[in-house]
Structures are given as structure tokens and as C-alpha cells.
């Protein structure tokens, strides 16, 4: 397996691992209704490519698959995460969040993750600051929003004290 930057040929294999993992692995957590309206298989490929164009995304390749994506912002949020269903577990996941975590923009990283991915950024050393509940197509999703501090400094006490 290898990491590499987003490429605009990719969108179309990131479009279906998105569809695909949405609909397994957090079938657990979520209703049926839950997951369409979070992945309905309809999403704009053209505003998919410019969103993950303009952040900082990276893929997983493993035996010529894309096994995995991940993409930051400019202001530290990681905004996506998922590793292909037959691929969980593998390291993956935390391979990308390594990377993107080294590359951060900021001393602060925030992800609204969720619930099936919460366990994974709590043993990241992510913590939660709120649940909420976000919609989508009418559908109330739970989510929670985690933030995790890289390099402690004095000019944080401000993010430190939501984390308390």
C-alpha cells in the first residue's frame, strides 16, 4: 500500500469507496433511510473534485485499488475518512491521519466524526467537544465534533478549555 496526493482521475474510485463504506461499514450505526441520505450514489462529481482539489487529500493505493481517501482543509478540519470495507483494519486509516496530521495546518485538528468512527480518533488521542445532529435530506444524522491538540502551546488555552 502506498499514499499519495488526490489526483482529479481519482474522483470517480473515491465516489464509489465513499457510496460503498458508507453503506457497510456504518450500517452498524445508522438506519437504512440514514445512509441514503448520507450517500445516496447522486453525488456531483464535478463539486466532489473541486472540494477535494482544494484541500489537502490524499489516497491509498493498494495493488492498483484505491483502497482509501482522506482530505484536510485549510483550517486543520478533516473533512473525510473512509478506507474501503474489505480493508478495515489494516492500517490505513491511520496512515492517512498520520499524514494529514504531520502536514496540519494548524496546532488543532477538528473532524465531525461518526459514531462508527469515533472509537478510531478517541485512540488517536481525539476528544469529543459536543454531539450533534446534523441533517441530510431531511434525515437527522448523529455526529460528534472531536478536536485533538498536536503541539501543546500557551496561545491554545482557549481550544484547551472546550476539550475539558
Same mark, same amino acid.
Given at each position: 500500500? =502506498?499514499? +499519495?496526493?488526490? +489526483? ?7 465516489? #464509489?469507496?465513499? *457510496?460503498?463504506?458508507? %453503506? ?8 437504512? #433511510? ?42 486543520? =478540519? ?5 478506507? %474501503?470495507?474489505?480493508?478495515?483494519? #489494516? ?7 498520520? %499524514? ?20 478510531? *480518533?478517541?485512540? +488517536?488521542? =481525539? +476528544?469529543?467537544?459536543?454531539?450533534? #445532529? ?9 455526529? *460528534? ?6 503541539? !501543546?502551546? !500557551? ?10
Amino acid at each position: 500500500m =502506498y499514499i +499519495r496526493s488526490y +489526483r482529479p482521475e481519482d474522483c470517480s474510485a473515491v465516489l #464509489q469507496l465513499f *457510496f460503498q463504506t458508507v %453503506h457497510t461499514v456504518n450500517a452498524k450505526d445508522y438506519t437504512p #433511510q440514514q445512509l441514503d441520505a448520507w450517500a445516496d450514489g447522486k453525488e456531483d462529481p464535478v463539486l466532489w473534485n473541486l472540494s477535494l482539489s482544494q484541500h489537502n487529500c490524499l489516497v491509498a493505493i493498494s495493488d492498483g485499488i484505491l483502497v482509501g481517501f482522506a482530505d484536510m482543509d485549510a483550517t486543520g =478540519y478533516l473533512d473525510r475518512l473512509y478506507v %474501503h470495507k474489505d480493508y478495515q483494519r #489494516q492500517g490505513i486509516g491511520k496512515a492517512l491521519c498520520d %499524514h494529514l496530521e504531520a502536514h496540519a495546518p494548524s496546532d488543532c485538528v477538528t473532524v465531525a466524526a461518526s459514531i462508527t468512527a469515533k472509537p478510531f *480518533f478517541e485512540a +488517536r488521542g =481525539y +476528544r469529543v467537544v459536543r454531539e450533534q #445532529q446534523v441533517e441530510r435530506k431531511g434525515c437527522l444524522l448523529t455526529n *460528534f465534533l472531536m478536536a485533538k491538540i498536536l503541539v !501543546p502551546s !500557551p496561545h491554545l488555552s482557549s481550544v484547551k478549555k472546550i476539550l475539558k
